[in-house]
Nanobody
C-alpha cells in the first residue's frame, strides 16, 4: 500500500497550489479520503474529507471557500486545490485513507511566504 503526496512547495501569500496523492495497493474507490496538515509545534489538524460514495465533501472552517478536495477513482488520485493561501496554511500536508484499513502518506511541505 502506498499513498504518495506531491505538489507542495513555496508560494507567496494569496497564491495557489494543487496537491496530489497517488494511491496504490488498495481499492481506492471504496475508501473515504482526507487531508490533514501539521505545522511546526502544532498538532495535526483535519483539513478536508471526501466520501467514497457520492463524493460529499467536508472542510475545516479555516479553509472553507479556499480549498477544494476531489477524488479521481479512475486514476486512483486524491487532490487538494488550495487558493488564496496565507502563512497560517504553511504545514506538511498528509493524505489519509479510511476504510477496511487506514493508511497515511508521507506528507508534502507547503510553505507560504513572501
Amino acid at each position: 500500500v502506498q499513498l504518495v503526496e506531491s505538489g507542495g512547495g513555496l508560494v507567496q501569500p494569496g497564491g495557489s497550489l494543487r496537491l496530489s496523492c497517488a494511491a496504490s495497493g488498495f481499492t481506492f474507490s471504496t475508501y473515504r479520503m482526507r487531508w490533514y496538515r501539521q505545522a511546526p509545534g502544532k498538532e495535526c489538524e483535519f483539513v478536508a474529507a471526501i466520501t467514497s460514495g457520492d463524493g460529499s465533501t467536508n472542510y475545516a472552517d479555516s479553509v472553507k471557500g479556499r480549498f477544494t478536495i476531489s477524488k479521481d477513482n479512475a486514476k486512483n488520485t486524491l487532490s487538494l486545490q488550495m487558493n488564496n493561501l496565507n502563512p497560517e496554511d504553511a504545514a506538511v500536508y498528509y493524505c489519509y485513507a479510511v476504510g477496511r484499513d487506514n493508511y497515511w502518506g508521507q506528507g508534502t511541505q507547503v510553505t507560504v511566504s513572501s
